[in-house]
């Protein structure tokens, strides 16, 4: 995991097959150093140790239906360096007065900067049954980071601006990972398969030495011990259903930044040995953003799901009962500059939950022949991102305006073309 300039790097693993093939044992290190670690770090060591364990050749073993039964069980360290140039304070080039050169803060560098460790314990099995029909691949994790490295604002009258890595804190991450491969139809001339994956992921900011860390202000986007990393934090509506005006509890956690679960579906279909149809799908769920599109527009009058709450705000001084069927969270959303409800950014933190037909495709292998000097021909038309099912009112609930920083949010960005594709593929 090493990425700077200089790495010296050793390596050691011991594999053993005990038990007569049925328990396989692997024990491994790692010493590695990097240039971009401060003094005083020197080489780092980092263990592994695995094992498996095949129960299914057990002569206890009696049940038929159940071919495979197989244990794992791993835990080991990695490492994640600095940058190449983490460590160091940078200045950059400007043109002052009268064209005069002259140069300003760039990276406020960090001298003291060592490697970021994870440790991880890993837990799973794996099971075929009826014949191959049915086969079960199952994991749980917990990873502990320590000494992560974080990018930390510092104080503008520091004279620098950005933020800077620094090994804080501790940072845990668990989760659950399963795929279940199945057999639908198989008949002569038919081969129906499918395949369920999913998958969870929860993290923690388990100890940051009591500090808060700002990620993006107007992406409401924290780092705060004991929430998820990162998190949202901003004014939560406690009312969003009631016929009133809004009422918020500030500095209030609203949701996890990125989804915690997902839950993709593929299916694929051979017919006749030469026609194979496949689909794949995917569901994210738990994750959240600022439809920054929305907040802009909403305010100014020119967002389309808000005329409706707007003409009926603006003709309250001949109708005072025109606002009576508007809940919280439309008056939220729909605030107009200078309104009785002040628009704020955070009434529009929405769910990303969504499933999307990720791509269909069907393949056609040409009979041999058809096309003279060929070994293989085959046809294949495909769509890409054809359908999406959300309650997220934006354009798209995976967009992401913040490139390169943790936080996330929808704002003039375009959403995922759909696409499609015929192509013809020949070996000769």
């Known amino acids: 995991m090493e990425t700077t300039t200089t790495t010296n790097d050793i390596r050691a693993i011991v594999r053993q097959h005990l038990l007569t093939d049925r328990l396989f044992g692997t024990v491994g290190g790692r010493l590695a150093g990097n240039s971009a ?10 263990p592994k140790v695995s094992a498996a364990y095949v129960v299914s050749d057990e002569d206890f073993w009696r049940w038929d239906w159940w071919e495979v039964m197989k244990l794992r069980f791993a835990v080991g ?25 002259g140069f300003t803060p760039g990276q406020v560098g960090n001298s003291e900067l060592g490697p970021e460790r994870s440790r991880e314990y890993e837990l799973g099995f794996e099971a075929g049954m009826f014949g191959g029909k049915l086969g079960l691949d199952m994991t749980y994790f917990n990873t502990t980071t320590m000494d992560a490295l974080i990018p930390v604002r510092r104080p503008p009258s520091q004279g620098f601006l950005g933020a800077q890595l620094e090994n804080v804190g501790e940072l845990l991450n668990t989760g659950f990972e399963a795929r279940v491969n199945f057999d639908i139809l198989r008949r ?25 860390i700002t990620v993006q202000t107007f992406g409401r986007t924290y780092i705060k011990e004991g929430y998820p990393v990162p998190g949202l934090f901003g004014l939560k509506l406690t009312n969003p259903d009631a ?37 794949v799908g995917e569901a994210k769920l738990g994750g959240h953003m600022i439809n920054a599109n929305g907040y802009q527009n909403g305010r100014r009058g020119a967002w389309f799901p808000c005329y ?31 309104g009785r409800v002040a628009p704020t950014y955070d009434a529009w933190i929405e769910s ?9 495709s069907v393949t056609y292998e040409l009979p041999q022949g058809w096309i003279p000097g060929t070994r293989t021909a085959s046809v294949q038309v495909a769509g890409r991102n054809l359908w999406t099912s959300t309650d997220y009112s934006g354009s798209d609930p995976e967009l992401n305006d913040y490139r390169g920083s943790l936080s996330r949010r929808d704002y003039y960005v375009l959403p995922t073309f759909r696409t499609f594709l015929a192509s013809v593929r020949v070996t000769f």
């Open 37 to 46: 670690f401060g003094e005083g770090f020197g080489l780092q060591f980092y």
């Open 77 to 101: 360290e990695s490492g994640k360096a600095p940058g190449a140039f983490d460590a160091v304070r940078t200045w950059d080039p400007i043109a002052g007065e009268n064209g005069q050169p």
């Open 188 to 212: 002569e001339g038919i081969d129906w398969k499918g395949r369920v994956d999913y998958s969870t992921l929860h993290s923690e900011a388990v100890d940051l030495g009591g500090q808060e």
């Open 243 to 279: 016929l009133a005006d809004p009422i918020w509890e500030e500095d209030a956690f609203v949701g996890y930044l990125y989804p915690t679960k997902s839950i993709g579906l593929n299916t694929s279909v051979r017919l006749m040995e030469r026609v194979l149809i496949d689909a």
């Open 308 to 338: 409706e709450v707007q003409a009926k705000y603006r003709s309250l001084s001949s109708n005072p009962t025109a606002y009576d069927d508007v809940t919280a969270l439309q008056r939220a959303r729909c605030a107009l500059n200078g």
């Open 352 to 360: 990303t939950d969504f499933f999307k037909l990720r791509s269909v």
